[in-house]
């Protein structure tokens, strides 16, 4: 079974704080994705990458950075966070593909920003 | 850009009724389609999926149709129980790694 884990389920932080969200695939997928989920907006895609050390812009990076050192590890960082940050965070991975190809999601980190 | 549109929830049925999400997207090419379920306190899992016109998924009980010409993927299932309450996404994948998902849809079944 493809494992998919979020370091962690609820997070709090204060306005201003660095905050840094962990992902982690046990199937050795080239593709790792980080998105956030809103009541009525669904799934907006922030960052994904293809690759070690290689990344790309979604829908809505603003405010957001990642990081990819290990196959298995993508990490989403929040530089400064700000109340409008408060959001469901889902990370999900797949293999390399033109399409047809399943993403297998995390739990999801809900993250309230205060 | 490709987008994808769902009927606004909440559905709200009884046990063993019929259900019918309806889904639309706009692409420019041939995407691929998928149907998305979210189980409460879970992340997303895939619930079917159809990768070229005319092709049914189906996973248990619920099935979708890839129509080219009217642009949609509505979901659908002969008898709901209340464990199908979920949130469901459609989604589009279209020639690359990337998939674009509807706003999604709240189920309710009632017993």
């Known amino acids: 079974d493809v494992k998919v884990t979020q370091s962690s389920r609820y997070l709090v932080k204060r306005t201003g704080e660095k905050v840094f969200l962990e992902c982690v695939q046990d199937?050795?997928?080239?593709?790792m994705f980080w998105y956030r989920q809103d009541p009525g907006l669904g799934l907006r895609l922030i960052y994904f990458?293809?690759?070690?050390?290689?990344?790309e812009k979604g829908d809505i990076p603003e405010g957001y950075s990642v990081s990819r050192e290990k196959k298995e590890r993508f990490s989403l960082i929040l530089e400064s966070a700000s109340t409008n940050q408060t959001s469901m965070y889902l990370c999900?991975?797949?293999?390399?593909?033109?399409?047809?190809?399943?993403?297998?999601f995390g739990p999801g980190t809900r993250l309230t920003v205060t | 850009g490709d987008s994808v549109t769902q009927m606004e929830g909440p559905v709200t049925l009884s046990e063993e009724a019929f259900l019918t999400i309806n889904c639309t997207y706009t692409?420019?090419?041939?995407?691929?389609l998928f149907w998305y379920v979210q189980y409460p306190g879970e992340g997303l899992q895939l619930l079917l999926k159809?990768?070229?016109?005319?092709d049914k998924g189906s996973n248990k009980g619920f099935e979708a149709t890839y129509r080219k010409e009217t642009t949609s993927f509505h979901l659908e299932k002969g008898s709901v129980q209340v464990s199908d309450s979920a949130v469901y996404f459609c989604?589009?994948?279209?020639?690359?790694?990337?998939?674009?998902f509807g706003a999604g849809t709240i189920l309710r079944v009632k017993s």
């Open positions: 999900a991975s797949s293999f390399v593909g033109t399409g047809g190809y399943e993403q297998y």
């Open positions: 199937m050795d997928h080239e593709n």
């Open positions: 990458s293809y690759d070690v050390k290689m990344k």
């Open positions: 692409a420019t090419g041939y995407p691929s």
């Open positions: 159809a990768t070229k016109a005319d």
């Open positions: 989604a589009l994948s279209e020639g690359g790694n990337k998939l674009v």
